[in-house]
């Protein structure tokens, strides 16, 4: 079992949708989480950061459920450029902060 | 400020030659990360220097496999020889500190095809 999974998607969603990724983790002891963004042939860039209560910036909300093991990306008012590839990220500690990431989930956007 | 810079960008030859990856962090960073990425595995962590010292290498695939960082501001990751299963993204990412979590930056990528 890996150690961070995500439905791969794609997700195709018309404009202005409402769209949700899942993520689980293995390991019970993961201290942060993230979700990075990646567009096609491009390098992964920070989106945000997961806490606890949850947070929220503009159309994105992420979630943490500790108990669980689960972390989610809420995305509203789809947007054409948020066409992307989502990247679930877990810090795995322990000596130092390796960031364990998942597959990715894939977001179509279309008009 | 300039990012995290690799080079080349591209690189295209055949199995068996040898071939070089080259990095330079951000100015002051002096974490510096190599992944690769592929269809079949997604991004994996390859090697970790923190202030020029190989911290973790439980990612480099083989011998075949080595990295280097001789000084802050350079770090090169070497296949030799390489195969067409070597064919991949490889990044560089570097961040300020370890200790607290800093988030990485990373480069534009290599485009590695070996034939």
């Known amino acids: 079992r890996k150690e961070v999974e995500q439905d791969p998607g794609p997700f195709n969603v018309p404009e202005g949708a409402t769209v949700a990724f899942n993520c689980t983790y293995s390991n019970s002891a993961s201290q942060s989480f993230f979700w990075y963004r990646q567009d096609c042939r491009k390098e992964p860039k920070l989106l945000m950061s997961?806490?606890?209560s949850g947070n929220e910036d503009g159309r994105f909300t992420a979630q943490l459920n500790r108990a669980s093991q689960y972390i989610s990306l809420l995305i509203r008012d789809s947007k054409l450029s948020d066409s992307a590839t989502y990247l679930c990220v877990v810090v795995r500690s322990g000596g130092y902060n390796k960031l364990i990431f998942g597959a990715g989930t894939r977001l179509a956007v279309h008009p | 400020d300039a990012g995290v810079i690799q080079s080349p960008r591209h690189e295209v030859t055949e199995m068996g030659q040898e071939v070089t990856l080259r990095c330079k962090p951000i100015s002051g960073h002096n974490s510096l990360f190599w992944y690769r990425q592929t269809m079949m595995r997604g991004l994996e962590l390859l090697i970790y220097?923190?202030?020029?010292?190989?911290?973790?290498d439980s990612g480099m695939p083989e011998d075949r496999f080595s990295a280097k960082m001789p000084n802050a501001s350079f770090s090169t990751l070497k296949i030799q020889p390489s195969e067409p299963r070597d064919s991949a993204v490889y990044f560089c990412?570097?961040?300020?500190?370890?200790?607290?979590?800093?988030?990485?930056?990373f480069g534009d990528g290599t485009r590695l095809s070996i034939l």
């Open positions: 990412a570097s961040s300020l500190r370890q200790g607290v979590y800093q988030p990485q930056h």
């Open positions: 220097f923190n202030n020029n010292v190989p911290i973790d």
């Open positions: 997961v806490y606890s």
